[in-house]
């Protein structure tokens, strides 16, 4: 076979010869799109890398819809805690002492700061914990952790003022929690909701009396929401096909 060579390369013996026809076949590219293909690979090599233990994007699903709801439950309990006035006291005249406002104001930003927790840890638990496979049940399942969060708040509220028994019951209700795990998944998810309802209650009990539970629950109600609409519209598909 016959190989046609340019004039330049003709005249260039050796290794100069076999260069520029090298340079011939393979034009050098330039520098920008080199540095595009590069990126594109360490892209791609950091899809795979992610694909490889957890195929789907199952868990990075799961881990961004978690964010989401916690972002969601935050602006949601700053909304409920400003309009309903939940746990928050009135602020005293100017005549009363500029400390009285004070103390109020801090305080009623305290009780604004326990809403957004509370429901932050109700929205975590909902979203990582609950995985059924259609939307109604998924629902159901959310909804279903609300029972055992609020009863155990209620009781830790209820003995709070009395510090010795208060601590003697928690690793009780501990203990109930590791015993509904032989329930299955269901029982499985009521050991943190009795563990953080207890002790939530149990830190906050300087704070409040048992007489604002209502609030509370309607303040975890709004976390357990935020969840449903964000797991909605979020959650991968293979949880809810129909």
């Known amino acids: 076979m016959n190989v046609v060579r ?9 290794l ?41 994007f199952n868990r990075l699903r799961t881990v961004l819809c978690a964010t989401l709801t916690i972002a969601a439950t935050i602006g949601a309990e700053w909304l409920f805690a400003h309009f309903t006035g939940a746990l928050q006291r009135p602020v005293p005249p100017a005549a009363a ?27 975590l638990n909902a979203v990582t914990s609950v995985l059924e496979t259609s939307p109604r049940d998924q629902v159901a399942g959310m909804l279903l952790l609300l ?32 015993y509904w795990r032989r329930f299955g998944p269901a029982g499985v998810r009521v050991a943190p909701l009795l563990f953080a309802g207890y002790l939530f ?27 449903i609409v964000v797991c909605r519209f979020w959650r991968r598909p293979a949880v809810f096909s129909s």
């Open 6 to 14: 340019p004039p330049a390369a003709r005249r260039m013996p050796g």
């Open 16 to 56: 100069a010869q076999r260069q520029a026809l090298t340079s011939l076949a393979h034009p050098p590219q330039r520098p920008g799109r080199q540095r595009l293909e590069e990126r594109a690979q360490r892209l791609t090599g950091l899809a795979k890398g992610l694909a490889g233990p957890d195929p789907g």
């Open 97 to 123: 002492g500029t400390a009285l406002a004070v103390h109020v104001s801090l305080a009623n930003h305290g009780m604004v700061v326990l809403a957004i927790t509370l429901g932050a840890i109700t929205g």
């Open 147 to 178: 029972p055992p969060l609020v009863g155990a708040l209620a009781l830790a509220l209820a003995v709070g003022s009395h510090r010795v028994l208060a601590l003697w019951l928690l690793p009780v209700v501990l203990a109930a929690g590791v």
């Open 201 to 227: 209650g149990f830190l906050v009990r300087p704070l409040i009396d048992v007489g604002a539970i209502g609030w509370l629950t309607a303040e975890i109600g709004v976390g357990l929401a935020v969840a």
